[in-house]
């Protein structure tokens, strides 16, 4: 079993559209949480930190359930500008080790 | 200000040959990472330094590998004997402190052996 499992997807959403994503860790030692962005060809960006009371910036709403180990990134309103590939980073407890999932690929079509 | 930089931004090799991939992290930035990410998948860990010393380097995947910060600043990974298998984008990144803190990514590394 992976320690951070993702749906792949592809998400296919028309904009406007709300859409969730959900992963889970395996480790329940973890201790902190990211959403990271990764355009085609492109770095990782931080799209946001989740926090055990949830956090929310504009369109995006984070989630984290460490009883179940999961975290959950919800898009609302979703633009175009969405589409790309979402990855769960999860920080191993204990130590510095950051394991990324494989990505949630989502296309916003208009 | 600079970003992460990443030299050379594509490396195409022979089996056998031996690399070294730099990454320049943001000024001032203590913890450094180093990734490796293939087709479809996400980063995969490989070390990370807390200034001149490797913390945790229990992603690297065998003795062919190994990395360098010698004055805490500048990284070099150094792949021996390469292998077809080691084809991948090799990501660095830092960030100001140990995590939790956002990790600030290079544009990465393209390395193909052949």
């Known amino acids: 079993r992976k320690e951070v499992e993702q749906d792949p997807g592809p998400f296919n959403v028309p904009e406007g559209a709300t859409v969730a994503f959900n992963c889970t860790y395996s480790n329940s030692a973890s201790q902190s949480f990211f959403w990271y962005r990764q355009d085609c060809r492109k770095e990782p960006k931080l799209l946001m930190s989740v926090y055990s009371s949830g956090n929310e910036d504009g369109r995006f709403t984070a989630q984290l359930n460490r009883a179940s180990q999961y975290i959950s990134l919800l898009i609302r309103d979703s633009k175009l500008s969405d589409s790309a590939t979402y990855l769960c980073?999860?920080?191993?407890?204990?130590?510095?080790?950051?394991?990324f999932g494989a990505g949630t690929r989502l296309f916003v079509k208009a | 200000g600079a970003g992460v930089s990443q030299t050379p931004s594509n490396k195409v090799t022979e089996k056998g040959k031996y690399v070294e991939l730099r990454c320049d992290p943001i000024s001032g930035h203590t913890a450094l990472y180093w990734y490796r990410q293939s087709l479809g998948q996400g980063p995969e860990f490989l070390i990370y330094f807390q200034g001149t010393g490797a913390a945790d380097d229990s992603g690297l995947p065998n003795d062919r590998f190994f990395a360098v910060r010698p004055e805490g600043s500048v990284s070099t990974l150094k792949i021996q004997r390469t292998e077809r298998g080691d084809s991948a984008v090799y990501l660095c990144?830092?960030?100001?402190?140990?995590?939790?803190?956002?990790?600030?990514f290079g544009p990465g590394t393209r390395l193909t052996v052949l």
């Open positions: 990144a830092s960030s100001l402190q140990a995590t939790p803190d956002t990790q600030y």
């Open positions: 980073v999860v920080n191993k407890g204990g130590g510095f080790k950051t394991i």
